[in-house]
């Protein structure tokens, strides 16, 4: 496993498992599952309904907690809601987390940050950040911070690769975490003719190259998943390295294609939109 030092001297793994869409017995054999081949990132949400399930996974795993990276994300109907952390920990069942993310850029996200800073501050939270925020919307927390955002979690695959948004993250110290890394299941990018040839050289599958291309890149990814297989395939990706003209190629795909597009409305919703999260199995 590779690992990115964050700009606070906390160290990140490279590749993790994400949760997003999992029901809590998904989720918990999910994690169970990466786990046990190795995976020492585990990312949740607020939103996901299944901290409690992760945070069983992590306890019935056997594995000391201080090796694990456990991250999940605050959502904006909690901003304002000055016990949120404390029910994120309690739900997760664990006294502190690694990161911790403002999910959406909906509502007071500042009152959001503040409160994360405070957790942070008070040994709670090892490393805070942001999760689906634009340039400007970023500046704005980094304007008025006293602790600064050490990852931007976003949508980032090969159709989509944020280059310009990642010169900014770049300039800030701020590692960029991608989710939907292999395109949401998108077939035409999985099937696109280089990752085939690439996947026949190094005997890996289109997947495992994309993923690969990312960690190369920078990109912290968290492929979600349900099947056994495929969880133990998204971790074998330290075993062979792309060459600078293999990664030129795999630029060269670059469409500024995005699968999730927020607008005002939607975030509006958001603000709303209250999760049972303290009903959740």
Same mark, same amino acid.
Not at 26 to 54: I, M, W
Not at 57 to 79: C, D, H, M, N, Q
Not at 179 to 192: I, Q, T
Not at 240 to 265: C, W
């Given at each position: @496993? *590779?690992?990115?030092?964050?700009?606070?001297?906390?160290?990140?793994?490279?590749?993790?498992?994400?949760?997003?869409?999992?029901?809590?017995?998904?989720?918990?054999?999910?994690?169970?599952?990466?786990?046990?081949?190795?995976?020492?990132?585990?990312?949740?949400?607020?939103?996901?309904?299944?901290?409690?399930?992760?945070?069983?996974?992590?306890?019935?795993?056997?594995?000391?907690?201080?090796?694990?990276?456990?991250?999940?994300?605050?959502?904006?109907?909690?901003?304002?809601?000055? *016990?949120?952390?404390?029910?994120?920990?309690?739900?997760?069942?664990?006294?502190?987390?690694?990161?911790?993310?403002?999910?959406?850029?909906?509502?007071?996200?500042?009152?959001? +940050?503040? @409160?994360?800073?405070?957790?942070?501050?008070?040994?709670?939270?090892?490393?805070?950040?942001?999760?689906?925020?634009?340039?400007?919307?970023?500046?704005?927390?980094? &304007?008025?911070?006293?602790?600064?955002?050490?990852?931007?979690?976003?949508?980032?695959?090969?159709?989509?690769?944020?280059?310009?948004?990642?010169?900014?993250?770049?300039?800030?110290?701020?590692?960029?975490?991608?989710? +939907?890394?292999?395109?949401?299941? &998108?077939?035409?990018?999985?099937?696109?003719?280089?990752?085939?040839?690439?996947?026949?050289?190094?005997?890996?599958?289109?997947?495992?190259?994309?993923?690969?291309?990312?960690?190369?890149?920078?990109?912290?990814?968290?492929?979600?998943?349900?099947?056994?297989?495929?969880?133990?395939?998204?971790?074998?990706?330290? *075993?062979?390295?792309?060459?600078? &003209?293999?990664?030129?190629?795999?630029?060269?795909?670059?469409?500024?294609?995005?699968?999730?597009?927020?607008?005002?409305?939607?975030?509006?919703?958001?603000?709303? @939109?209250?999760?049972?999260? &303290?009903?959740?199995?």
């Amino acid at each position: @496993m *590779d690992y990115v030092t964050l700009n606070n001297n906390v160290k990140m793994p490279m590749a993790g498992i994400g949760t997003f869409l999992l029901t809590p017995d998904e989720a918990e054999a999910s994690v169970l599952s990466a786990l046990k081949d190795g995976c020492r990132l585990v990312d949740t949400a607020n939103a996901y309904q299944n901290e409690k399930a992760v945070g069983r996974a992590i306890k019935k795993s056997g594995i000391a907690r201080e090796e694990i990276f456990l991250e999940t994300k605050i959502w904006p109907s909690f901003y304002e809601q000055p *016990d949120a952390i404390e029910k994120t920990l309690k739900r997760l069942d664990t006294d502190y987390i690694d990161l911790l993310l403002i999910h959406q850029p909906a509502g007071n996200y500042i009152s959001g +940050y503040r @409160m994360m800073e405070k957790a942070y501050k008070e040994g709670k939270v090892r490393a805070i950040g942001l999760s689906n925020f634009t340039a400007e919307q970023i500046q704005e927390i980094l &304007d008025v911070c006293k602790v600064k955002p050490a990852v931007l979690q976003t949508e980032a695959h090969p159709y989509s690769q944020e280059k310009e948004l990642k010169t900014f993250l770049s300039k800030e110290g701020i590692v960029i975490q991608a989710w +939907y890394p292999l395109g949401h299941g &998108d077939s035409a990018l999985l099937n696109e003719p280089v990752f085939a040839k690439l996947g026949e050289k190094y005997g890996k599958t289109p997947a495992q190259i994309i993923l690969r291309w990312h960690v190369q890149d920078g990109n912290v990814v968290i492929p979600g998943s349900k099947n056994p297989e495929h969880i133990r395939d998204n971790f074998a990706l330290f *075993d062979f390295v792309l060459s600078d &003209d293999e990664m030129k190629e795999i630029a060269g795909l670059n469409q500024d294609k995005r699968y999730y597009h927020s607008t005002p409305e939607l975030l509006e919703k958001y603000v709303t @939109m209250v999760s049972p999260v &303290d009903e959740q199995k």
